[in-house]
């Protein structure tokens, strides 16, 4: 997985943000986290995933781009529809593959 620079928190996680982070690099379970990633295929532009998901071997060998952790599913949401506001407002369109690739860099 990679880990966007500026990591979109949710505002019920940003106490807990390092420990959240080092928890799923070493693949523990933890209860009601998700995670915002880009969408692996040119359809969607982000996917939410619970985090214990991503402890598997396939996603942590993958190269996922992991833009944002919430707790809860409706936080989830509210951070996707946050990089989409920040993307649109920045760009003035929706290509977020390309927003978060370029403030990558």
Not at 13 to 31: A, D, N, S, T
Not at 65 to 82: F, P, S, T
Request: aromatic share 12%; glycine share 6%; with cysteine.
């Amino acid at each position: 997985m990679i880990w966007y620079k500026d990591l979109y928190v949710g505002y019920n996680l940003l106490e807990r943000k390092r420990e959240v982070i080092r928890k799923m690099k070493w693949g523990k379970q933890q209860f009601n986290v998700f995670v915002i990633t880009l969408s692996r295929n040119e359809h969607d532009l982000l996917e939410i995933y619970p985090s214990n998901v991503l402890t598997q071997k396939y996603y942590k060998d993958s190269d996922l781009v992991v833009v944002g952790i919430a707790y809860g599913k409706e936080e989830a949401l509210d951070m996707m529809q946050l990089v989409l506001q920040d993307c649109m407002e920045d760009t003035g369109g929706l290509d977020v593959k390309a927003y978060i690739r370029e403030n990558m860099k």
